[in-house]
């Protein structure tokens, strides 16, 4: 893919929750290379349109295109950090290290390479966010700061362009 060809499209889109439109025939383009952010009020669908790029949600009409032929399901190219986590984060029996693979191993196979290559990229990960000092620690045990740079990783885990 060259730096002026499309990587996302976005044709039409629209959804709503229930009977209420949050996003009504949005259509953009998102080119190789592109810086972008989203700004809007609150309630104004920002998250919404995330949800729906990165495959959580399902557009009610329109489409969204991912121009990638090696990983055509657009949500294993975004590398994505959520505003805030559920206060249930704080019993969750993980370690740093598990919460930033689990990103990565369930597309080992398929898109990813071999356990090595896995390894390899956590290990990346935890050292381009300074959190492999906590790897064995229990998430629940951070700092709010501590966790934003563990899920900052495990966004970059999987390579996101």
Same mark, same amino acid.
């Given at each position: 893919?060259?730096?002026?060809?499309?990587?996302?499209?976005?044709?039409?889109?629209?959804?709503?929750? #229930?009977?209420?439109?949050?996003?009504?025939?949005?259509?953009?383009?998102?080119?190789?290379? &592109? $810086?972008?952010?989203?700004?809007?009020?609150?309630?104004?669908?920002?998250?919404?349109?995330?949800?729906?790029?990165?495959?959580? *949600?399902?557009?009610?009409? /329109? @489409?969204?295109?991912? =121009?990638?032929? =090696?990983?055509?399901?657009?949500?294993? %190219?975004?590398? $994505?950090?959520?505003? %805030?986590?559920?206060? &249930?984060?704080?019993?969750?029996?993980?370690?740093? +290290?598990?919460?930033?693979?689990?990103?990565?191993? =369930?597309?080992?196979? +398929?898109?990813?390479?071999?356990?090595?290559?896995?390894?390899?990229?956590?290990?990346?990960?935890?050292?381009?966010? #300074?959190?492999?000092?906590?790897? #064995?620690? +229990?998430? /629940? @045990?951070?700092?709010?700061?501590? *966790?934003? +740079?563990? *899920?900052?990783?495990?966004?970059?885990?999987? =390579?996101?362009?």
């Amino acid at each position: 893919m060259h730096l002026n060809e499309p990587c996302i499209s976005v044709n039409n889109l629209s959804f709503r929750y #229930d009977h209420e439109w949050v996003l009504k025939d949005i259509s953009f383009e998102i080119r190789r290379g &592109d $810086y972008v952010g989203i700004i809007g009020p609150n309630g104004g669908g920002k998250t919404t349109l995330l949800k729906l790029l990165l495959g959580i *949600l399902k557009p009610t009409r /329109g @489409e969204i295109i991912c =121009h990638c032929a =090696h990983a055509p399901a657009l949500h294993h %190219r975004i590398g $994505y950090v959520p505003q %805030r986590l559920s206060e &249930d984060i704080k019993s969750f029996p993980a370690t740093v +290290r598990e919460v930033i693979a689990a990103s990565r191993e =369930h597309w080992t196979n +398929r898109w990813f390479g071999n356990a090595a290559s896995v390894r390899s990229a956590i290990h990346s990960a935890m050292k381009l966010t #300074d959190v492999g000092q906590y790897q #064995d620690k +229990r998430i /629940g @045990e951070l700092s709010g700061g501590q *966790l934003q +740079r563990v *899920l900052i990783a495990r966004a970059l885990v999987g =390579h996101p362009e």
